[in-house]
């Protein structure tokens, strides 16, 4: 079946680059997000990448797609307080509403 | 629209009690998804609806949980008998399947605690 991992926590100093890996077993993927969530709230869309794409840039996000190792990162540039959050990454066939998660990652910044 | 709306923020319960979580989709959206979110196994897919009609429930943990969705803008999730071991955040989520990017909106969720 379907599974998407991702590694629970990762620390970065301000203003340095956050970098967080997901792997899926999907290969019928055809869309893969990544969400935010913050404290105490639900989850909202950060951004997103079609399986025909490689890479994907907003602002200083960027999204970096390999699907023949079928592994998805995302690129944070020069982290801020503000994106302390746990991020996850997710999956979806082009076919299905079923969108699968990833455990998530906690992000942490220290100064 | 307000979002996905859930209700209770916040429900404590004794073990044994009948817990029922509500949630509000989004108007026009036709897919409804139910999670559960703890520290130990992150965010689990339990149920999801099309159209009202449940698809795949693979994800609910035993016979003790039950969902229904008797209209387009209505889902309750029950649990009957509650154990300590249910004790998460359960969250609610709608979306319009279009055949694009089909973005999933969450509600707030509500944390259950079953002492």
């Known amino acids: 079946g379907e599974d998407v991992e991702q590694s629970l926590f990762l620390s970065v100093r301000e203003g340095d680059s956050s970098v967080i890996n997901c792997t899926y077993t999907d290969s019928s993927s055809t869309y893969l997000y990544w969400y935010k969530q913050e404290p105490g709230a639900g989850l909202q869309l950060l951004t997103y990448i079609f399986s025909n794409m490689d890479m994907k840039q907003d602002q200083r996000l960027t999204v970096l797609l390999n699907k023949k190792d079928k592994h998805l990162s995302l690129r944070i540039a020069d982290t801020q307080t503000g994106d302390s959050a746990i991020y996850f990454c997710?999956?979806?066939?082009?076919?299905?509403?079923?969108?699968?998660f990833g455990s998530g990652t906690r992000l942490s910044i220290r100064p | 629209d307000a979002g996905v709306i859930q209700s209770p923020r916040h429900e404590v319960t004794e073990m044994g009690q009948e817990v029922t979580l509500r949630c509000k989709p989004i108007s026009g959206h036709n897919s409804l998804f139910w999670y559960r979110q703890t520290m130990m196994r992150g965010l689990e897919l339990l149920i999801y609806f099309n159209n009202n009609v449940p698809i795949d429930d693979s994800g609910m943990p035993e016979d003790r949980f039950s969902a229904k969705m008797p209209n387009a803008s209505f889902s309750t999730l029950k649990i009957q008998p509650s154990e300590p071991r249910d004790s998460a955040v359960y969250f609610c989520?709608?979306?319009?399947?279009?055949?694009?990017?089909?973005?999933?909106?969450f509600g707030q969720g509500t944390r259950l605690t079953v002492v």
């Open positions: 997710a999956e979806r066939e082009s076919s299905a509403s079923k969108i699968i």
């Open positions: 989520a709608s979306s319009e399947k279009t055949g694009g990017i089909t973005e999933a909106f």
